[in-house]
């Protein structure tokens, strides 16, 4: 037996992940356990939780693998400072020591950690990527696509999968990076960087892409083989603290909005044409990986790859026949691509292929607690609960709060691996109602939000009521709702600056999960995906005719998802949720002692 | 750490959670344990009967018994286990706890299980536990709490009765409790400022100081007629008058035995004086730890955690062998 365990840390979310004989056994982000948002710190949570589930010492791991390979990385650090025109002394200082002491520290770290000497290898930032989106895929050979920030030097890449192997087929170097340029018009338009990306996409459908031909001309120029250039005396990442500078500032008319403040359409155009400036790059970055590898099939990875309106583009195009994206995408996944490079590459481990099947297992790779853990975990608060044992009686008990207008926080089974929730650490609600998405907005989430949630749906009815190729098992598709479920609404309201008004015209007979331009960010579900949420979802249809629930993570603002009992406990008596389901434990807000809910979250959690 | 390993019982105080699968962080590297149904760190399940020609022995104890630090398998009663042909060892030890518990463990769990031999895993350190009424722990936050536990008090016959039973669920914190209610924290040793200051300085400086005072960290046992002693006597006895089978009392010693800190002569004079109850033998595993020279013994616990390392676990186990084998041996003959 190889046992590998895979870590990345230092820069986004670190996470770790473990792959015994080439199989995907666990794999955690830090932030679940140490509840710190994006935690990028050494994953020594992730890490024991892995060890707990393959239930390994340390001495039977084979090898201990890094995401990237720091060397690299330090150099591009010190040449960029080398290049910088700029006097970035404090830069500097700040930089180099928190480099040092951390990237290169890592073996000691887990010398210190598991108390004992194992074998440390580093791969490579992108072939991580490329690695984690590949080896999991049900495809036997692929072209594989990685864009985010910046790794190392690269910042994309375009690869080809076979079998065993990866092989880099060319590479963006920093400071050409899409992932920046959209962090820096998310910068821009008052979004917080590295976490506020996704909340410049749900922005998009209400601009007009007013803005695509200046970016053209000043911003980035795009190649005939889908590579791309940035104008660097735009941007203030290279020698400032900023993503963009004075000339950007200039060029957009303005300074950055900020944060907090009201959202004008002048952000929603801007994220309009960054959006569609990100879908043009991603297209012909895929163009020239199907020219350079004549595949049918298409492996993505990276932040880039998050970008679920650019995938849905990219799948409706039928440049490939196939496509299968990395969920954990971000750096995050980067430990599990680690594990699995060096499984496949360097120990040779043959790959267990079932092209009918990925084998990310659901991505559901935490942990889960059992029902002893769980009401151990909630007598401690005195919850009062109901034991339901039946998983049918369960599942229509829940599904008829739903049907009532409940809001639901329901966990149950492995925790999901990524940013997504999946339905084993979710808040759940019905879709048909026009109160739903305010509701859960204002009550649950704590903010005003412009984004419809995303819909989860039986994948046997998703052709009825999506406009679907593909299969979405990860929530990483966005598609538009069939035109018999649409609502049509006066679109003048668009150009009306308070999207609030706009966010609660109901646009659909879903109206809880359907934005704007009538688009969703889809999760289909099968009983293999989790049995426990299709149950629940089918018993939903059954009472209601609407095979569709309302998904969204299971956390407060700021907060990250919540993992065990106890997280879902705190978060469910903070909030207005009217259910908790743990496992086959039932919690009705109405009996639970002190069920006034508290804002202490806003102290513990920084906003996002 | 994610998970939760102990549940609330109302008459123990706590007991891990039935069916955990957990790995601990620890300055070993890290300890793996699973529990069993009933909620003890067991690879057995812990059935009443026992197969035809099969011995059984039932260990009881605190965390030095329960494994702290270490991982299944690697516990002395798992290598007890592996050297003992035919035999299965329930280990029935739970952290934290004190010989006042352990007696309840058997009074609710065990005492109707099938068996040939009982072990009472006796860390001497349990003398302070006995006497107190709540327990010190850090929570996740690295707050001090405090658990309340079961207690037992000497009747004017002698006689032991049980007190704090349902035990209160509440975690309490310092503050919340009178002055006689403090009296009843467990004791971890006095002059709490020097000691905190020692700690700060690291393990190697503690040791010396311990060194340069001579230190005894357990008083109660200086005399017969101490309250602590004549309680810890009282359980014994009463325990070991339910018990039909011969009873093991290992006095588990504290590092500053091991490593010669401190003088051992108070303790072993209190347990050689039980010896004269039936049923009872002591079997006291110093004078085996003292055979290997000091740097040796310095790795039979970890740097800083005072628990047994794996090293520490096997000469206890060796030890205790034996004791166990003829008892086994002469049991089995008188079955």
Same mark, same amino acid.
């Given at each position: 037996?190889?046992?590998?365990?895979?870590?990345?840390?230092?820069?986004?979310? %670190?996470?770790?992940?473990?792959?015994?004989?080439?199989?995907?056994?666990?794999?955690?982000?830090?932030?679940?356990?140490?509840?710190?948002?994006?935690?990028?710190?050494?994953?020594?949570?992730?890490?024991?939780?892995?060890?707990?589930?393959?239930?390994?010492?340390?001495?039977?791991?084979?090898?201990?693998?890094?995401?990237? *390979?720091?060397?690299? %990385?330090?150099?591009?650090?010190?040449?960029?400072?080398? *290049?910088?025109?700029?006097?970035?002394?404090?830069?500097?200082?700040?930089?180099?020591?928190?480099?040092?002491?951390?990237?290169?520290?890592?073996?000691?770290?887990?010398?210190?950690?598991?108390?004992?000497?194992?074998?440390?290898?580093?791969?490579?930032?992108?072939?991580?990527?490329?690695?984690?989106?590949?080896?999991?895929?049900?495809?036997? %050979?692929?072209?594989?696509?990685?864009?985010?920030?910046?790794?190392?030097?690269?910042?994309?890449?375009?690869?080809? /999968?076979?079998?065993?192997?990866?092989?880099?087929?060319?590479?963006?170097?920093?400071?050409?990076?899409?992932?920046?340029?959209?962090?820096?018009?998310?910068?821009?338009?008052?979004?917080?960087?590295?976490?506020?990306?996704?909340?410049?996409?749900?922005?998009?459908?209400?601009?007009?892409?007013?803005?695509?031909?200046?970016?053209?001309?000043?911003?980035?120029?795009?190649?005939?083989?889908?590579?791309?250039?940035?104008?660097?005396? @735009?941007?203030?990442?290279?020698?400032?603290?900023?993503?963009?500078?004075?000339?950007?500032?200039?060029?957009?008319?303005?300074?950055?909005?900020?944060?907090?403040?009201?959202?004008?359409?002048?952000?929603?155009?801007?994220?309009?044409?960054?959006?569609?400036?990100?879908?043009?790059?991603?297209?012909?970055?895929?163009?020239?990986?199907?020219?350079?590898?004549?595949?049918?099939?298409?492996?993505?990875?990276?932040?880039?790859?998050?970008?679920?309106?650019?995938?849905?583009?990219?799948?409706?195009?039928?440049?490939?026949?196939?496509?299968?994206?990395?969920?954990?995408?971000?750096?995050?996944?980067?430990?599990? /691509?680690?594990?699995?490079?060096?499984?496949?590459?360097?120990?040779?481990?043959?790959?267990?292929?079932?092209?009918?099947?990925?084998?990310? &297992?659901?991505?559901?790779?935490?942990?889960?607690?059992?029902?002893?853990?769980?009401?151990?975990?909630?007598?401690?608060?005195?919850?009062?609960?109901?034991?339901?044992?039946?998983?049918?009686?369960?599942?229509?008990?829940?599904?008829?709060?739903? &049907?009532?207008?409940?809001?639901?926080?329901?966990?149950?089974?492995?925790?999901?691996?990524?940013?997504?929730?999946?339905?084993?650490?979710?808040?759940?609600?019905?879709?048909?109602?026009?109160?739903?998405?305010?509701?859960?907005?204002?009550?649950?989430?704590?903010?005003?939000?412009?984004?419809?949630?995303?819909?989860?749906?039986?994948?046997?009815?998703?052709?009825?009521?999506?406009?679907?190729?593909?299969?979405?098992?990860?929530?990483?598709?966005?598609?538009?709702?069939?035109?018999?479920?649409?609502?049509?609404?006066?679109?003048?309201?668009?150009?009306?600056?308070?999207?609030?008004?706009?966010?609660?015209?109901?646009?659909?007979?879903?109206?809880?999960?359907?934005?704007?331009?009538?688009?969703?960010?889809?999760?289909?579900?099968?009983?293999?995906?989790?049995?426990?949420?299709?149950?629940?979802?089918?018993?939903?249809?059954?009472?209601?005719?609407?095979?569709?629930?309302?998904?969204?993570?299971?956390?407060?603002?700021?907060?990250?998802?919540?993992?065990?009992?106890?997280?879902?406990?705190?978060?469910?008596?903070?909030?207005?949720?009217?259910?908790?389901?743990?496992?086959?434990?039932?919690?009705?807000?109405?009996?639970?002692?002190?069920?006034?809910?508290?804002?202490?979250?806003?102290?513990?959690?920084?906003?996002? | 750490?994610?998970?939760?390993?102990?549940?609330?019982?109302?008459?123990?105080?706590?007991?891990?959670?039935?069916?955990?699968?957990?790995?601990?962080?620890?300055?070993?590297?890290?300890?793996?344990?699973?529990?069993?149904?009933?909620?003890?760190?067991?690879?057995?399940? @812990?059935?009443?009967?026992?197969?035809?020609?099969?011995?059984?022995?039932?260990?009881?104890?605190?965390?030095?018994?329960?494994?702290?630090?270490?991982?299944?398998?690697?516990?002395?009663?798992?290598?007890?286990?592996?050297?003992?042909?035919?035999?299965?060892?329930?280990?029935?030890?739970?952290?934290?706890?004190?010989?006042?518990?352990?007696?309840?463990?058997?009074?609710?769990?065990?005492?109707?299980?099938?068996?040939?031999?009982?072990?009472? /895993?006796?860390?001497?350190?349990?003398?302070?536990?006995?006497?107190?009424?709540?327990?010190?722990?850090?929570?996740?936050?690295?707050?001090?709490?405090?658990?309340?536990?079961?207690?037992?008090?000497?009747?004017?016959?002698?006689?032991?009765?049980?007190?704090?039973?349902?035990?209160?669920?509440?975690?309490?914190?310092?503050?919340?409790?009178?002055?006689?209610?403090?009296?009843?924290?467990?004791?971890?040793?006095?002059?709490?400022?020097?000691?905190?200051?020692?700690?700060?300085?690291?393990?190697?400086?503690?040791?010396?100081?311990?060194?340069?005072?001579?230190?005894?960290?357990?008083?109660?046992?200086?005399?017969?007629?101490?309250?602590?002693?004549?309680?810890?006597?009282?359980?014994?006895?009463?325990?070991?008058?339910?018990?039909?089978?011969?009873?093991?009392?290992?006095?588990?010693?504290?590092?500053?035995?091991?490593?010669?800190?401190?003088?051992?002569?108070?303790?072993?004079?209190?347990?050689?004086?039980?010896?004269?109850?039936?049923?009872?033998?002591?079997?006291?595993?110093?004078?085996?730890?003292?055979?290997?020279?000091?740097?040796?013994?310095?790795?039979?616990?970890?740097?800083?955690?005072?628990?047994?390392?794996?090293?520490?676990?096997?000469?206890?186990?060796?030890?205790?062998?034996?004791?166990?084998?003829?008892?086994?041996?002469?049991?089995?003959?008188?079955?």
């Amino acid at each position: 037996m190889i046992n590998l365990l895979g870590i990345s840390c230092f820069y986004h979310d %670190s996470a770790a992940a473990i792959v015994q004989d080439g199989e995907i056994i666990a794999a955690a982000q830090e932030e679940r356990f140490t509840r710190i948002k994006h935690d990028s710190t050494f994953p020594r949570n992730s890490i024991n939780y892995c060890l707990e589930e393959a239930f390994l010492e340390p001495n039977e791991l084979n090898a201990i693998i890094f995401y990237d *390979n720091p060397i690299y %990385s330090f150099d591009r650090l010190i040449k960029t400072f080398i *290049n910088s025109e700029k006097s970035i002394e404090d830069q500097w200082c700040k930089a180099i020591p928190r480099f040092l002491s951390s990237k290169f520290s890592i073996q000691s770290l887990i010398q210190d950690m598991l108390n004992i000497q194992i074998p440390v290898y580093v791969t490579r930032h992108h072939l991580s990527h490329a690695a984690s989106a590949f080896f999991p895929s049900p495809f036997e %050979s692929a072209a594989i696509l990685t864009v985010d920030g910046v790794g190392e030097w690269a910042t994309t890449s375009i690869s080809f /999968g076979q079998d065993r192997e990866v092989e880099t087929l060319k590479e963006i170097n920093f400071p050409h990076s899409l992932g920046l340029l959209y962090s820096a018009f998310t910068y821009y338009c008052g979004f917080k960087v590295n976490s506020g990306e996704y909340k410049l996409m749900g922005l998009a459908p209400y601009g007009n892409p007013v803005y695509v031909d200046m970016i053209y001309e000043h911003l980035v120029a795009i190649k005939s083989d889908g590579s791309f250039r940035l104008n660097m005396d @735009f941007f203030g990442y290279l020698d400032s603290d900023y993503m963009t500078n004075q000339k950007f500032h200039q060029l957009f008319g303005g300074l950055p909005r900020k944060p907090e403040t009201m959202i004008t359409k002048k952000e929603m155009d801007l994220a309009s044409s960054i959006q569609k400036v990100t879908e043009d790059i991603i297209k012909g970055l895929a163009k020239h990986a199907k020219e350079l590898t004549g595949s049918d099939s298409l492996c993505l990875a990276g932040g880039v790859a998050l970008n679920c309106v650019s995938n849905g583009i990219l799948d409706n195009s039928k440049l490939f026949k196939n496509l299968w994206i990395q969920p954990a995408a971000g750096d995050a996944g980067g430990a599990l /691509g680690a594990a699995l490079a060096a499984s496949h590459m360097l120990f040779k481990i043959p790959r267990k292929l079932n092209i009918n099947k990925d084998s990310q &297992k659901g991505s559901l790779l935490g942990p889960s607690y059992s029902t002893y853990e769980v009401r151990a975990a909630l007598d401690q608060y005195g919850a009062i609960y109901d034991v339901v044992d039946d998983a049918k009686e369960r599942a229509f008990r829940i599904a008829n709060a739903i &049907k009532d207008g409940k809001i639901v926080g329901f966990m149950n089974g492995r925790m999901e691996f990524g940013p997504r929730a999946l339905g084993s650490r979710s808040i759940l609600g019905d879709p048909r109602r026009e109160d739903t998405q305010a509701k859960m907005n204002l009550k649950i989430k704590y903010r005003e939000s412009f984004r419809p949630f995303a819909p989860s749906i039986l994948k046997s009815r998703a052709n009825e009521w999506f406009d679907l190729n593909n299969d979405s098992p990860y929530m990483l598709l966005v598609t538009t709702i069939s035109k018999d479920k649409r609502k049509s609404f006066n679109k003048k309201e668009l150009s009306n600056n308070n999207l609030l008004n706009i966010v609660n015209i109901p646009k659909s007979t879903i109206p809880a999960v359907t934005h704007v331009d009538y688009s969703a960010r889809i999760q289909t579900i099968t009983i293999e995906n989790n049995s426990e949420y299709f149950n629940l979802i089918s018993a939903f249809e059954s009472l209601t005719g609407c095979p569709v629930l309302v998904n969204t993570s299971f956390n407060v603002r700021g907060e990250p998802i919540v993992c065990s009992p106890d997280d879902a406990y705190k978060c469910f008596m903070r909030t207005e949720m009217d259910l908790l389901v743990v496992e086959n434990c039932i919690m009705q807000k109405s009996h639970q002692p002190h069920n006034q809910p508290d804002d202490s979250w806003k102290d513990q959690y920084e906003l996002d | 750490m994610a998970r939760r390993l102990f549940q609330y019982d109302p008459l123990i105080s706590y007991r891990f959670i039935p069916c955990l699968k957990a790995r601990v962080d620890h300055e070993s590297g890290g300890y793996l344990f699973k529990t069993n149904t009933l909620g003890f760190r067991s690879k057995h399940e @812990f059935n009443k009967c026992k197969e035809p020609n099969q011995k059984r022995v039932l260990i009881f104890g605190d965390s030095f018994t329960a494994g702290d630090g270490v991982s299944d398998g690697k516990r002395y009663s798992d290598i007890l286990e592996n050297m003992l042909p035919n035999t299965e060892i329930f280990n029935f030890g739970m952290p934290g706890t004190g010989t006042d518990q352990h007696y309840l463990i058997w009074k609710n769990f065990a005492m109707d299980i099938e068996h040939d031999l009982v072990i009472i /895993g006796l860390q001497v350190h349990n003398i302070n536990r006995i006497i107190a009424r709540y327990r010190k722990y850090l929570n996740k936050e690295g707050n001090t709490i405090l658990l309340a536990k079961p207690y037992f008090e000497l009747d004017s016959y002698g006689r032991i009765q049980l007190r704090n039973v349902p035990v209160p669920p509440e975690k309490l914190s310092i503050e919340s409790l009178n002055s006689d209610q403090l009296e009843y924290i467990e004791r971890t040793g006095r002059m709490i400022w020097l000691r905190s200051l020692i700690k700060k300085l690291g393990p190697s400086a503690k040791d010396f100081a311990q060194r340069l005072v001579r230190f005894q960290p357990l008083e109660a046992y200086n005399t017969r007629l101490n309250p602590a002693w004549l309680l810890m006597e009282a359980i014994l006895q009463k325990w070991v008058s339910e018990i039909e089978k011969p009873v093991i009392i290992c006095p588990i010693p504290l590092y500053q035995y091991i490593e010669q800190i401190s003088s051992p002569n108070h303790y072993q004079e209190r347990f050689r004086s039980i010896e004269r109850i039936p049923k009872i033998f002591i079997h006291d595993p110093l004078q085996d730890f003292l055979q290997f020279p000091y740097n040796i013994r310095r790795e039979f616990r970890f740097k800083v955690d005072q628990h047994f390392t794996p090293s520490g676990h096997k000469v206890l186990a060796e030890s205790l062998l034996k004791s166990i084998k003829p008892l086994l041996t002469n049991n089995s003959t008188n079955l």
